[in-house]
């Protein structure tokens, strides 16, 4: 396999996971920094229920989808009724304690050292089959009478609540949707790298992967899978920057902030609608000039 | 039997007494106007009424129904609309949208199918562009379905406002200084609007306005507030006759 084969596989599972942070950080407002735990829960459930416990795959990655869901519901439900800033609270203390939990468990989890042996299932090809499902899924989702409410919550949650939306069930519905499908490209993740550790879930990726949304832009899917393409195959791509990632990210998230700061493409979204209109935009732009 | 009951409610916000017994009795068809100076405690009636906080006292009920101590969401889903006095519009939603989040609640299909495209999604979501356009043209803003509210002038974003609480289907609708930012002409074709609702959909209507001239003109019935108090509700001619309104109120506006 190729290095770049590799790159893409990784930015796609990287696709889905922003996607589920998306609808929680993008259309809701609410900022998650534990949401990489939902990701572990989600690989190491599957890998431990297929490697130590011989579980056929189509059960496995459901099972870690299920828990991670469950557990959500446990984590959400004291936060969505609070103020919205306080779901960042909650969601780092639970995801540092997952993290520590992983690390303690050693029988099970393998603890520090990681869990090994979980067989490589995912390719290219099932990444991508994935990140399309999981960007048509969420695609849906924005246009339909939860997403609508998710952004009014974003937007008013006092308003929101004056047109009896209500706010605490809608903000659970975004919440779940996102842990489930962050907890599927978990599953993705340990099967693809086939090696799992506590260290790869703390709270530095979640805190990255909100940023890819900010970049790419609060109200746009559009934006933030362009995002995740340019922040996490840029450092791939320019190996020798590797060590200066958190720089790079910094740089670029000051870029945004000062010169855009409703991201890369604010709420734009490329639907056939908006393409056709690019293509016109192109069409006139390309007329040979002086024949008027 | 009346609409909307409010029944002695109370409201303070630490030594701000903002709410010292107010009473409304509203029926079918009728504009209730509510007047007083800055700070008399309007706006926080109407937020006591909607359910944003709980009376400290009293009563309010909507159709015959307690709803003092329901949530804002349900007490909304019972019939009660309203708008803000400082608009308070989706952002982020097109204009449509913005009325469709006000039929979202009643649509009926669930999280399936809001991710999957079920055919009953398609149904309802078909069923709400109607009513909701039904809406937007009543407000005359029919033809701007697909603008960001952002992009709109006061006067449109305002009478948006108006069609988001219409779609709420409500019993009763509190406006709160719709007119207020408006030009001389918006405010005339507001008049005529509020009118219209009131003939055609036959609710009850809370109007607070600073603008003497419109709320005298369209209410049936006027309640003065001042530090909290009423101190004169009746006709127009009544409460522009009473002396301890002159001035407290129109004595002032005049000088
Ligand atoms: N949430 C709140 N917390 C604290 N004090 C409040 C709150 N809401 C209103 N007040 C106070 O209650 C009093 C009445 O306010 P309210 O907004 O109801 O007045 P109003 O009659 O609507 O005035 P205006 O004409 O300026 O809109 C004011 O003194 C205000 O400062
Ligand atoms: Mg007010």
Redesign the pocket.
């Known amino acids: 396999m190729t290095l770049y084969t590799h790159i893409l596989t990784q930015i796609l599972i990287s696709v889905v996971s922003v996607a589920g942070v998306f609808v929680l950080t993008g259309m809701t407002g609410m900022f998650s920094l534990g949401q990489a735990a939902f990701m572990a829960i989600g690989a190491y459930t599957s890998g431990i229920l297929v490697t130590k416990l011989s579980a056929p795959i189509y059960l496995a990655w459901p099972a870690g989808v299920v828990l991670a869901v469950a557990v959500g519901f446990i984590v959400g439900l004291p936060t969505v009724r609070l103020r919205r800033d306080y779901i960042s609270l909650v969601t780092l203390g639970f995801g540092e304690a997952i993290t520590a939990l992983l690390n303690r468990t050693t029988a099970l989890t393998g603890g520090a050292s990681g869990l090994t042996g979980i067989p490589k299932v995912t390719t290219l090809w099932s990444a991508l089959v994935s990140a399309v499902l999981v960007i048509t899924l969420i695609s849906l989702f924005k246009n339909s009478k939860y997403g609508r409410q998710c952004i009014a919550v974003r937007s008013d949650e006092l308003a929101a609540k004056s047109m009896g939306i209500n706010v605490p069930k809608v903000k659970m519905i975004a919440f779940l949707i996102s842990v489930a499908v962050t907890a599927y490209g978990g599953c993705l993740y340990a099967f693809y790298t086939a090696y799992v550790d506590p260290s790869l879930f703390g709270w530095k990726k979640s805190a990255e992967w909100v940023i890819m949304v900010f970049f790419g832009g609060v109200n746009s899917l559009t934006g933030s899978v362009l995002s995740t393409f340019v922040l996490s195959g840029l450092p791939e791509v320019l190996r020798f920057l590797q060590n200066y990632r958190a720089i790079i990210y910094a740089v670029l998230v000051l870029l945004i902030i000062n010169f855009k700061p409703a991201g890369l493409l604010g709420e734009w979204e490329l639907t056939p609608r908006n393409l056709r209109r690019i293509i016109a935009r192109g069409r006139r732009v390309q007329q040979p000039k002086g024949v008027n | 039997m009346a609409l909307l009951k409010v029944e002695h409610i109370y409201?303070s916000?630490?030594g701000?007494?903002?709410?010292q017994d107010f009473s409304i009795e509203a029926n079918r068809g009728e504009i209730h106007g509510i007047i007083?100076?800055?700070?008399?405690?309007?706006?926080?009636?109407?937020?006591v009424i909607s359910g944003i906080?709980p009376a400290d006292e009293g009563k309010v009920l909507l159709d015959g129904k307690d709803i003092t101590r329901m949530e804002q969401h349900l007490i909304s889903r019972e019939g009660m609309g309203r708008t803000f006095?400082n608009i308070r519009l989706f952002k982020g939603l097109s204009v449509l949208d913005n009325t469709m989040c006000a039929f979202d609640p009643r649509s009926r299909y669930g999280v399936p199918g809001s991710l999957l495209p079920l055919p009953k999604r398609y149904a309802e979501e078909k069923r709400g562009r109607e009513i909701c356009m039904g809406y937007l043209k009543m407000v005359g803003l029919e033809s701007y379905a697909q603008e960001k509210p952002e992009n709109m002038s006061y006067g449109y974003r305002r009478r948006l406002e108006i069609a988001r609480a219409l779609t709420c289907e409500p019993k009763v609708l509190l406006l709160?200084?719709p007119a207020a930012g408006l030009n001389p002409v918006e405010v005339g074709e507001l008049t005529e609007l509020i009118l219209r609702l009131s003939r055609e959909l036959g609710f009850a209507i809370l109007l607070?306005e600073?603008r003497l001239e419109l709320v005298m003109n369209i209410s049936q019935i006027i309640h003065v507030?001042n530090f909290?108090k009423t101190i004169a509700s009746g006709t127009p001619g009544q409460v522009r006759s009473d002396p301890g309104v002159i001035e407290a109120y129109l004595g002032k506006e005049e000088c």
């Open positions: 409201k916000f630490g701000v007494k903002a709410i007083g100076p800055n700070g008399a405690g309007k706006t926080t009636i109407f937020n906080y006095q709160d200084e607070i600073h507030q909290g």
